[in-house]
């Protein structure tokens, strides 16, 4: 695999593309030295701070009117979109893509959908500052997070009345995977994580002794007066646990069908790493095998990946937030708003037969106003058909209040660079027969992106 195509597989996964001038900038470089400057990009966590009040502690009185409810209603919902708007922006304009990149990955991983919008944000920033750091810091600080703890009832867990949720999805869907402990394991260490709450006034965690079960208790074949990090650390000495991590993350960056050696090898890393994540990524993204033909162009973007690729790459700008909400929910991936705990399954299941009409129209829409391959299809005298093709234009401007600049995205491409060069920049997988010809037919540059990026292989990464 040549240069340029190693770097451009790395942006595809590693981060949500890369623009035309990058690219060629890094063209003599090994994938040691791309890699680098990803993780040096992406060094310092900027926290998002859409959401500035906690309406938690603005409860309604009992005797509220439906105006003060659809008032307080209303609020949160200008929260929500405030809060993701903002993540769609920090994604699309950030030099830390990398950071952004697994941010994504564990707000899948660790999903959670309360309504407080302060919450869902402290605990977004939580795995922004360590998505890159270190896997025992992360878990910790997630579960003791007021939005894990609310989302997973910990702050009903009390001695003598045990709740098991938080227990049960700590070790399903968090670390070792179902299948690698017992329901009894399950019963005691919910006894360990009694106490464990939040403090609703100030939002941060904390610890009540005497909600505490202070009892000893038997976990994983060892008995003693365990407490939360207790439980945690048993469960980070168990091996089963970096290769749960480490299967998820060969699906999320390089193949959905995972390869058992290549996993073995990141378990290792990551394990004898004390469950560092860098050393762990860094392996991945210099292997070999991470640059196969089997492992490039075979992932289906997800919806959030597709829009920040459209958004990044055209230089996108939104006016309205809830056109890019309506956008996620027609794709099937609001953000904040995971389906259930276990989160989105991604993969295959991106795609059925309407959302995939639906994403390869989204480009069109946006980027063009709704239509593909506008030039030459109408004769001058065909005026009843253009007029309605600008009065549709018209009405989709109005609707979506969204900017490319093409002027960027052109000028940072050379003048006499080929149309088929150009296309294969903005696609994954390698050019086919169909592509090139509509690649040739097209009259100029614009029409010819327009089409590239309205084809079902735009959708792969």
């Not at 505490?212 to 000495?237: A, R, S, V, W, Y």
């Not at 995972?258 to 990551?270: N, T």
């Not at 860094?282 to 973007?301: C, S």
């Amino acid at each position: 695999m040549d240069n340029l195509k190693q770097v451009k597989h790395l942006y595809a996964r590693a981060a949500f593309g890369i623009d035309y001038a990058t690219l060629h900038n890094q063209r003599n470089w090994g994938p040691k030295k791309s890699v680098k400057n990803l993780f040096k990009d992406s060094e310092h966590a900027k926290p998002i701070t859409a959401v500035t009040e906690n309406l938690d502690l603005m409860p309604l009185a009992k005797d509220a009117n439906e105006e003060q409810r659809k008032a307080l209603q209303e609020k949160r919902n200008q929260q929500e979109k405030a809060l993701n708007m903002a993540w769609m922006t920090q994604m699309g304009t950030t030099r830390a893509q990398l950071r952004e990149k697994m941010t994504l990955f564990w707000h899948n991983h660790f999903a959670c959908n309360i309504g407080n919008y302060y919450y869902q944000q402290q605990l977004n920033n939580i795995q922004r500052t360590h998505a890159l750091g270190n896997f025992k810091t992360l878990l910790t600080a997630v579960s003791q997070s007021p939005a894990m703890l609310q989302f997973l009832n910990n702050q009903q867990n009390y001695k003598g009345h045990p709740n098991e949720n938080f227990a049960r999805e700590l070790m399903e869907l968090f670390t070792l995977g179902r299948g690698h402990y017992t329901e009894q394991d399950i019963k005691e260490s919910a006894r360990a994580f009694t106490g464990w709450a939040y403090n609703g006034k100030n939002s941060e965690y904390t610890f009540k002794p005497g909600s505490h079960d202070t009892q000893p208790k038997t976990f994983m074949g060892k008995t003693d007066n365990f407490c939360g990090e207790d439980i945690i650390d048993i469960i980070l000495n168990n091996k089963q646990t970096a290769r749960y991590i480490s299967t998820k993350l060969y699906k999320y960056l390089v193949n959905e069908m995972p390869d058992d050696a290549h996993i073995s090898e990141m378990a290792d890393v990551f394990y004898n790493a004390n469950y560092e994540i860098q050393p762990l990524l860094e392996h991945v993204f210099t292997a070999d095998w991470f640059y196969e033909d089997k492992n490039t162009g075979n992932l289906i973007k997800s919806p959030v990946e597709l829009l920040v690729d459209l958004t990044r790459r055209f230089h996108i700008s939104y006016q309205n937030p809830d056109v890019l909400i309506q956008f996620q929910r027609t794709l099937g991936q609001v953000l904040f708003r995971p389906p259930n705990v276990a989160g989105w399954p991604g993969g295959r299941n991106w795609i059925d037969s309407s959302s995939l009409m639906y994403r390869i129209k989204i480009p069109s829409t946006i980027l063009n106003a709704g239509l593909i391959d506008f030039a030459g299809k109408a004769t001058p005298e065909d005026e009843a058909y253009l007029a309605s093709q600008r009065k549709q234009q018209l009405n989709v401007i109005k609707r979506v209040q969204a900017s490319p600049d093409w002027n960027k995205f052109l000028q940072g491409i050379p003048l006499k660079v080929p149309h088929q060069e150009v296309a294969q920049y903005l696609l994954e997988p390698m050019l086919n027969d169909r592509i090139i010809a509509e690649v040739n037919k097209a009259p100029d540059i614009k029409s010819m992106v327009i089409q590239v990026v309205s084809t079902p292989e735009y959708q792969l990464c």
